[in-house]
C-alpha cells in the first residue's frame, strides 16, 4: 500500500503557482521523497526527490516540513501542460536496503485553467 | 540522449494468446522495471530485472513471465491472456549508484488490448 495521501485533485490557473500537498506521516529516516507525474496514457515523468532538505530543479521545487511528515510540490508558473496526475512517492534511500519497487497511490489530478 | 522505449505501441489479442512486450533501457541503465497499469487500478509493480536477473516481483500469477538480456533490454510475456490483462505496460529503467538504484525512468507504454 501507498505510504502517502493526496488530495484527488486541483485546479490551478495558467501562469500561477501550483502547490500540490502530500502527506506521509509514517515516513521513516532512511526514506525520500519523490515526485512523479503523469500526463493522459503516458509513462510517468520523474520531477523531482528529496530527503529533509528544500530541493529546486528546472522542473519544480520541493518544500519538506521539519518533522518530514509532509511536503509539497510547487510547479512556480503552472503552464497547460502541466495538467496531469502528480504523484508523491516514499521510498528507501539508496544503498540502504528495500524493495527496488515504487509504490504509487492514487496521485492528484492537476488541471491547469487557461 | 533516447530514453526508455517499448514496443509494440499497441498490441490487440484474443483470450488465451500469448503476448510479448519489449523495453530497451536508457543506455548505461542496467536496472528494467515492469507495471502494469489496469483502468481503475492504478500502477501496479510488476516485475524487476537487474544484470540479467529477476530481482523482485509483484503480486501477479506466474503467467507473467520475463527476462533480460546481455544487452540490459528486457521482454515481459503474459501468457494464457485473460480479458483482465487489458491494461498499459510500462517499462523503467534506473542505474546504480552508491550501492543502490536511482531514480526511474518511464517508457511511453504498450496498450494491451485482449478481446
Known amino acids: 500500500d501507498a505510504k502517502t495521501t493526496q488530495p484527488t485533485s486541483m485546479d490551478c490557473a495558467e501562469g500561477r503557482a501550483a502547490n500540490l500537498p502530500c502527506n506521509h506521516s509514517?515516513?521513516?529516516?532512511?526514506?525520500?521523497v519523490y515526485w512523479y507525474r503523469q500526463i493522459h496514457s503516458q509513462g510517468p515523468q520523474y520531477i523531482i526527490h528529496?530527503?529533509?532538505n528544500n530541493e529546486t530543479n528546472e522542473m519544480a521545487s520541493l518544500i519538506i516540513t521539519e518533522d518530514r511528515k509532509s511536503s509539497t510540490l510547487i510547479l512556480p508558473h503552472a503552464t497547460l501542460r502541466d495538467t496531469a496526475v502528480y504523484y508523491c512517492i516514499v521510498r528507501v534511500a539508496i544503498g540502504q536496503g528495500g524493495s527496488e519497487k515504487l509504490v504509487f497511490g492514487k496521485g492528484t489530478k492537476l488541471t491547469v485553467n487557461p | 540522449e533516447a530514453g526508455v522505449t517499448q514496443s509494440p505501441t499497441h498490441l490487440i489479442k484474443t483470450r488465451g494468446q500469448q503476448a510479448t512486450l519489449r523495453c530497451s533501457p536508457i543506455?548505461?541503465?542496467?536496472?528494467v522495471y515492469w507495471y502494469q497499469q489496469a483502468l481503475g487500478l492504478g500502477l501496479q509493480f510488476l516485475l524487476w530485472y537487474d544484470e540479467g536477473e529477476e530481482r523482485n516481483r509483484g503480486n501477479f500469477p506466474p503467467r507473467f513471465s520475463g527476462r533480460q538480456f546481455p544487452n540490459y533490454s528486457s521482454e515481459l510475456n503474459v501468457n494464457a491472456l485473460e480479458l483482465e490483462d487489458s491494461a498499459l505496460y510500462l517499462c523503467?529503467?534506473?542505474?546504480?549508484?552508491?550501492?543502490?538504484?536511482?531514480?526511474?525512468?518511464f517508457g511511453p507504454g504498450t496498450r494491451l488490448t485482449v478481446l
Open positions: 523503467a529503467s534506473s542505474w546504480k549508484r552508491g550501492g543502490g538504484y536511482n531514480e526511474q525512468f
Open positions: 528529496g530527503l529533509k
Open positions: 543506455s548505461g541503465h542496467t536496472s
Open positions: 509514517t515516513i521513516s529516516g532512511n526514506e525520500y
